[in-house]
């Protein structure tokens, strides 16, 4: 129920898909903790390719589009399973009711993953590549944001606080 989220910052995935949310299904690819927040970045892959490709993307036959996703007032984590490359997994999105909270799990092959957190959910670091054999995303990347598009060619390592903690 990725309704009960308010997204922050999605103009560029809107931008991208329209209304319809490609965050159902996600591949999770990094999970970063920030005891700043508390807060909680993930690294995922999003559902399939938007039908308006920018041109760039088009001329480098990209295959997946990737964002960040930050959540914020982390409660309750729990992290008992992480084996990557993780297949695609439900991001299940759970109401509690009570001051904008909500319950967030991506359960499957290779992560179980759950915690709680405010609705209100930033997305930026928005990006295409094209998928390894092997299932993972170490190659080029080609960014939507114009600051990143100049910065990074590929995703920074998880030390590289500047990319993985601000959105």
Same mark, same amino acid.
């Given at each position: 129920? *990725? ?10 995935? *809107?931008? =991208?898909? $329209? ?6 299904e996600i591949? +999770? ?10 807060? *909680? ?27 960040? =996703?930050? %959540?914020?007032?982390?409660?309750? %984590? &729990?992290? #008992?399973?992480?084996? +990557?490359?993780?297949?695609?997994? #439900? ?5 509690? $009711?009570?001051?904008? @909270?909500?319950? *967030? ?8 993953l759950r !915690?709680? &957190? ?5 997305? /930026?670091?928005? #990006?295409? !590549? $094209?998928?390894? +054999?092997?299932?993972?995303? /170490? /190659? +080029?990347h080609l %960014?939507?944001?114009? =600051? ?14 500047? !990319?993985?903690? @601000?959105?």
């Open positions: 129920m *990725i309704d009960a989220l308010d997204l922050i910052h999605a103009h560029d995935l *809107i931008g =991208l898909y $329209g209304s319809a949310s490609p965050l159902e591949r +999770p690819r990094s999970v970063n903790l920030d005891w700043r927040g508390p807060a *909680i970045t993930l690294r995922v892959d999003v559902s399939g390719l938007p039908a308006g490709l920018p041109q760039d993307w088009k001329a480098a036959e990209v295959d997946t589009v990737q964002c960040h =996703l930050k %959540f914020l007032a982390v409660e309750d %984590f &729990s992290l #008992s399973r992480w084996d +990557p490359p993780v297949p695609p997994t #439900s991001l299940v999105v759970e109401p509690l $009711g009570k001051n904008r @909270r909500v319950r *967030i799990q991506l359960s499957g092959p290779g992560v179980d !915690f709680t &957190s405010h609705k209100s959910v930033h997305i /930026g670091h928005v #990006s295409a !590549f $094209g998928i390894t +054999p092997d299932g993972t995303d /170490g /190659g +080029p %960014f939507l944001g114009n =600051l990143d598009r100049r910065r990074y060619q590929t995703v920074p390592e998880t030390e590289e606080k500047t !990319f993985y903690e @601000r959105i």
